[in-house]
Nanobody, 126 residues
Framework: QVQLVESGGGLVQAGGSLTLSCTASGSMIRLNRMTWYRQVPGKQRELVANIVRGGNTNYADFVQGRFTISTDNAKNTVYLQMNSLKPEDTAVYYC????????????????????WGQGTQVTVSS
């Protein structure tokens, strides 16, 4: 059973930085697409950033230039470096992963399966 474990959330002052991480447990895992979403109570979950295998990234306009998404495929981990944080960035941040699973020798890979992390709270004080 694959799990996505998130960490790195917390309380920070406006203008500060945090780095979130999300790690997929298990072996012979390929990260096809990793996405960070966030959600504020009473509002819909919104896309923050994603990265696909090969390195192409996509960011929401409201984080462009402030947040950076990256992966460490050897560690099955995606990161979200958040700089210049604003109070309006306060939300629960969720990791979403599209993962494939390979044979022991890596010669064959499954289709992608989608998983969600448990969420991590980010609070930015003014």
């Amino acid at each position: 059973q694959v799990q996505l474990v998130e960490s790195g959330g917390g309380l920070v002052q406006a203008g500060g930085s945090l780095t979130l991480s999300c790690t997929a447990s298990g072996s012979m895992i390929r990260l096809n697409r990793m996405t960070w979403y966030r959600q504020v109570p009473g509002k819909q979950r919104e896309l923050v950033a994603n990265i696909v295998r090969g390195g192409n990234t996509n960011y929401a306009d409201f984080v462009q230039g402030r947040f950076t998404i990256s992966t460490d495929n050897a560690k099955n981990t995606v990161y979200l470096q958040m700089n210049s944080l604003k109070p309006e960035d306060t939300a629960v941040y969720y990791c979403n992963a599209d993962l494939s699973f390979g044979t022991v020798d890596g010669s064959s890979w499954s289709r992608g399966y989608t998983y969600w992390g448990q969420g991590t709270q980010v609070t930015v004080s003014s």
